[in-house]
């Protein structure tokens, strides 16, 4: 398993961004399909975001497209997830995940798809 380390989150005003980030302890992402889920309070955790190994194929959940952009840096050691237009349904822990290999597109929205999470970053979004 890798560990996943998040950071990014805070407290933010309705309409406005956050970058979260998510890096591996001591080795690179470059062979792992990523992916950002959140868990509101009292909810079950849900997807938000994914991206493939390679970068070129992103998905995400239908209340955050146009809005959230997931991304890979150059190096591909860290995964990003750009939230802009935030609304206070965003609010939750976002949690980071990854598996060696690829995730098929129909499986990245699952849980199971995934053998490594991160700790979680907390985002707050006030109205």
């Known amino acids: 398993q890798v560990q996943l380390v998040e950071s990014g989150g805070g407290l933010v005003q309705a309409g406005g961004s956050l970058r979260l980030s998510c890096a591996a302890s001591?080795?690179?992402?470059?062979?792992?399909?990523m992916a950002w889920f959140r868990q509101a309070p009292g909810k079950e955790r849900e997807f938000v975001a994914g991206?493939?190994?390679?970068?070129?194929?992103?998905s995400y959940i239908e209340s955050v497209k146009g809005r959230f952009t997931i991304s890979r840096d150059i190096g591909l050691s860290t995964v990003f997830l750009q939230m802009n237009s935030l609304k206070p349904e965003d609010t939750g822990v976002y949690y980071c995940?990854?598996?060696?290999?690829?995730?098929?597109?129909?499986?990245?929205?699952?849980?199971?798809?995934?053998?490594?999470w991160g700790q979680g970053t907390q985002v707050t979004v006030s109205s």
């Open positions: 995940a990854c598996r060696i290999g690829d995730v098929y597109r129909l499986e990245r929205s699952y849980e199971r798809s995934y053998d490594s």
């Open positions: 001591g080795r690179a992402l470059s062979n792992y399909a």
């Open positions: 991206v493939n190994r390679y970068g070129g194929d992103k």
